[in-house]
Every structure is written in structure tokens, then in C-alpha cells.
């Protein structure tokens, strides 16, 4: 069997070159591509339907993006060693791609459509996720399925104080900023990534960077897609319309709505007048079938839609009746729950979190088993949304994908101020449960857990606080506004949302997501100079509740105390199956771990109280110890050889006091002399070449008085 196997190949422009093929894999999918990088493949697919679902007004748009184990040469682990669920890491990677592609498509395109993404071959030093977004608009490139791209991701790093595209794993941990971009040939409209306290200026000079590498991507695309020859894309005809409809609509509720829109009402208020004119409006219709309701409501979401934006454009107002840049009122407070080991309350207008800090031991670190990704972490973030926070009836299914991705955000920003891993002992778990929300939730959890953390007694570098910021424009571009501190309408309504996190100095981590072609750098660089003035403002405010880290932990909080051994007593101290380290946590009561570290034994002890802490470390040392010639030591009498005595004076080190050694006159037997588990005081005397440790007892013993010898006849 031939295959018409077509191919491209991207020059990143340092030697390094990106594949893409089309052809040979999964040919029944509407597209399908490899795209390989190194040893690195991903092989990316798409499948649209032919129609669209009845009474169906948006994309459903499914991106999954999931790694083979045996990509990486590793058997996943689990009781079914087969691929499960996505890991929270192939669920990021899923939502970076979705975010890039989902805008790109037509507004009138509504046919479900899924992109799979599978790493089937990987390279240790190539990261995957910067590839999976340029893998999957290539499917969608060499398909019929209509989308209005190609785009492309790529990593943009600063490594030695040089920006690089896509750099390796290797040389990332060098990096002084990271992030994911995605855009197309003429703009960008996805960035995220972290950051060590960067200037605005330097991050536009990334995204900057990282388009002119983008461009060149695209345009590969293009010259793929037309050697397929799918430059021309399905018909379809997925919604229905009756513009006399959309016409009455407007001219019955415009003025209506922006009445409401400028009436600065609270958001349940609003939305339940909102409602009451939708639904007075259609009851003036009379009896009409289901696709005039539809319809009715389609175009009703329109007019609320070009209401509140023309509101922001023409008068400078907002919903809730604040100007652009202000932000809402902001309260806060530490130490809320008493037995959490830091816990803090942070409300900004009707958003909350309520936030907890609980601090664990090395045991508690989480191990990350992902077919590329695999090691363990000692930092935690778990971000919880229940239905109540937004006054909603919904299940509790456990983290979703908004979950994962708005925590991981949340962790991105805190990471880059805690302390060095040498300075915290811990393993940090920190817990934003939302009760409100109305707007950036994920930035109250950023502001909570500083609060919290601070609360904690963990002793960060700097506070951090975060904003998300909004667009407004009009048709022409010719007019726009930007808002600080948005609320969900305004999320929802708007052309962007944009969430910047940092400290008083820089930005540590930022989010951006676009929903308009055509967004300049100028507005680019004025949202990032409003946004520093709005994350200033916030950090100020919580400055009043609390400005820096307490002095010392709560009193309830655990203590960990880190000691070090010589290499050679790491197993003197587990004991042979572990018997030595688990009879210490027993009768201590402290949880004891032990690792080897730059050719050193690290011993980590955990406990409540500093009884058990002194009790454990006095044990370890005892073991770890070296014995010293010349040193006296009081040892137990462990066995009884015709010999002597074996006596042990250190944990596990015995040493032989021989019959002659154990007084100064003649002791002709061992009979009777000692009993076994009795304590003696003895002397090292010597160590020999073979290590055996040579006691004495006599030593310490007072000398008899010699008797003066008898005169001479």
C-alpha cells in the first residue's frame, strides 16, 4: 500500500527543526498530523460532525490531550497499568490548546467537533505542550473543517538574559520568565506563564519574541494545506434567523436594558430585571414555535450584549456603576479558622475565598506520575468552585478543568515567592474554597493564599496579590476601554481577559486570553501599566491586615528539624527492613524521613511537640554518631564469651571488653563477673584495622596501692 505522505519542516533558526506529516497516520479522522521534534512526536487528530445539533448556539469543542506511557518507556502505575483519566498536567496542556483554537473558529459554526492530542514518542530534553497547539491547528489545516487559522503556541523563555524559543527542559530551570503564547499569523490571543518579578516592558518584549516565531509556524501551515489541497472548507448552515425578529427585539428592549445596564445594581438584582424584560417581550409574542423562542432569546442576549458595552464606550460606566480603573471595595482577615495552621478570608466586592495554609512533612509531598512529567512536589494548590458561590444548584464531581486551570494559575503566582528549599522544611498545602463569586476568583485565591501563608508563619519573599483585567472595543477598533477589576459580565461580555499577578516589584505570573482579532501593543502596554496600578492598590490593602510573615508558627503547628549524617549511616539509621526507623516513630511519636542528598544522609523529623523532636534527634545522633578514642561511655553488656564481654555503646556499635581489660587484678573467668543487659562504664581504648572497637574498663578504675617490698635479712 502507498501513502501520499506530505511534509513540512519549521527552522527554529539555532539548528533545531519542528516536522510536520500528514498522510500516513489515522487517515479516516477529518485531519490528522504528526509533528516531531527530535525524538519528541505528538500525533494530533480532528473530527467534526457534518450538522449541527438542534437548538444549538455555541461550539462544542472537546481538546483532549493525553501522553502514552509508552512514549517515555514506562508502564503506568495503578492496579489497571493502563492510561486512566487525564492527569492535571495533560488537562493544562488540554486547556492551552483549546484556549488558542476555540476563538479561531467561525461564531456561526456549531457542529460538534473534538481534537485529540497523544505524545507517542517523546524526547526527555523537548517539552510536548509547547507543540501540542501547532499539532492540532495543523490537523485542522489539512481538513475540510472550517476554522479561520492556522495558529500556532510556542514557549517563550529568558535563559542567561537571551529569550528562546522552545528552549529544553535542561536549560528551563535556568529561566527568569516563562510562557506559553498562541496567535496566528496577524495576532496573538493566548499567553500564559510565570515569572521572577519581571518588568511589564520585558514581558511585551517576549510576547513579541515569541509572534515572530509564531508567524513562521503559520505560514508553514499554509503552504501544508495547500499542497493537500484543502484550502477550501465545507459548507454548512448552522443557525437559523429572522433579522424582522432581531429588529423588533432591539428597537422593544434597548433602551430598557441600558437603563438596567446603568442603574449600578447589585448582580442579582440586575440579572433578574435582565430576565423580566426578555420574558415580558416574549409573552408579547403570543404562542410561537421553538425556534422563535430560540430565537427571541438569541437576539435579547444581543441587545444585553451591545447595551453594557456601549455603556463602557460612550459614558465610561460600568455595571456596578464604578469607573475603569477602580477597583472594588476590598476586606480582609487572618487567623479566621483556629485550628488551621494559617488561614485567611479575602473579599473583593462579591468574590470570597477562604483559604487555609496546612503544613506537613516529607511524607506528605504528592508524587507526580505522568508518562513525561513524574517526581514528587512539596507545594499544593487545590482550588474549589462550588454551585452555592454563585447562588447555583450543581453536583460536586470533584476538580474540574476551570478548577484545575484556575489553581494552577493561583500556584504559579505563589511558587515564585516562597522560601528556598533548604530554608522550609515543609511540604505546603495550601486551600481556596470560593463562597462568592463575581468575578476572578482565581486572583482572590492568589490574594487569600498570601494572606494565609503570611498567616502560616512560612516566610515568604514578598506578598502577592493579582487583578483581572477586561477589554472593551468597538466594531471599528477604533475605541476601547480598559477595565480593572472585571465582574463576570463584564468577563463574559468583554474582548479579553487578562490576569496579571506579582509583587510590589514584578510580575510572577499572568493569563491572558482574547476573544477580538487586531489587539494592539500600545493597548497591550496600557493594560499592563493599569493593571500594575490596580495590583499596587490591592497589595496596599492587604498590607492593612497583615504585612509580612509571623515571627514564628502557630503554636499548634507542627515542627520539622532537618539533620545531617555521614552517607554510610543512612542504613544504620532504617535498620534492616526499616526495623531501627519505625521503632523511633513508635516510642517518639515523630515522623522520621531519610533521603540521600549531594553524597550526604538527610534526615527530616516530624512531630506536634519538641519532646518527641529531641527525643528522635538524640536517637538518630546516637546512631550517626562515630565512636572517639579516649571517649567514656556508659554501654549495656549485650552477650558474655569466656573471653570478655561484648558491650554496646552507641546504638548498633559493639565493642569488646576482654577479661583482661575489665579489672586490674587477674579475673580468671567470666562467671559471675557481669550479667547480660547490665550497664557498665567503659573507655574506647582503640579501633582496629578492621574497625573493631576495643574497650577497657580497668582504665577507669582507681590503680591498688603497690605494697613496699619486704626488707632484707
Known sequence: MSYNVIKKTIDLGDGRTIEIETGKLAKQADGSVVVKMGDTMLLATVVSSPEAKEGVDFLPLSVD???KYAATGRIPGGFLRREARLSDYEVLISRLVDRALRPMFPEDYHADTQVMISLISADKNIMPDALAGLAA????AVSDIPFNGPISEVRVAKIDGQL??????SDLERATLEFIVAGSEHDINMVEGESKEIQEAELVEAIKFAHTAIKIQCLAQKELMAEVGKTEKRIYSHENSNEDLKKAIYAATYDQVYAIASSASAKDERATKFKEVRDAYIETLGEIDDVTKFLAKKYYHDVE?????????????????RKTTEIRPIWSEVSYLPSAHGSAVFTRGETQSLTTVTLGAKDDEQMIDGAFINGYQKFLLHYNFPGFS??????????????????????RSLKQVLPAEDENPYTIRVVSDILESNGSSSMATVCAGTLALMDAGVKIKAPVSGIAMGLITNEMGTKYAILSDIL???????????KVTGTEKGIVACQMDLKINGLSYEVLTNALDQAKQGRLHILGEMAKTISAPREDYK?????????????EFIGAVIGPGGKIIQEMQRETGATISIEEKDNQGIVQIFADDKASIDAAVSRIRAIASKPEVGEIYEGKVRSIMPFGAFVEIMPGKDGLLHISEIDHKRIETMDGVFEVGEMVKVKLIDVDKQGKLKLSRKVLLPKPERKDAEPKA
Open 488 to 498: 463576570g459580565d463584564e468577563d463574559h461580555l468583554g474582548d479579553m481577559d487578562f
Open 65 to 67: 490531550y493525553q501522553e
Open 305 to 321: 450584549y451591545d447595551a453594557i458595552r456601549n455603556l463602557v464606550l460612550d459614558e465610561g460606566k460600568r455595571l456596578d456603576g
Open 164 to 169: 528562546v524559543i522552545n528552549p529544553t527542559l
Open 390 to 411: 454563585t447562588g447555583e444548584v450543581r453536583p460536586n464531581r470533584g476538580a474540574g478543568r476551570r478548577e484545575i486551570g484556575h489553581g494552577n494559575l493561583a500556584m
Open 555 to 567: 503554636p499548634f503547628a507542627p515542627r520539622i528539624v532537618t539533620i545531617k549524617i555521614d552517607k
Open 137 to 140: 491547528s495543523a490537523a485542522l
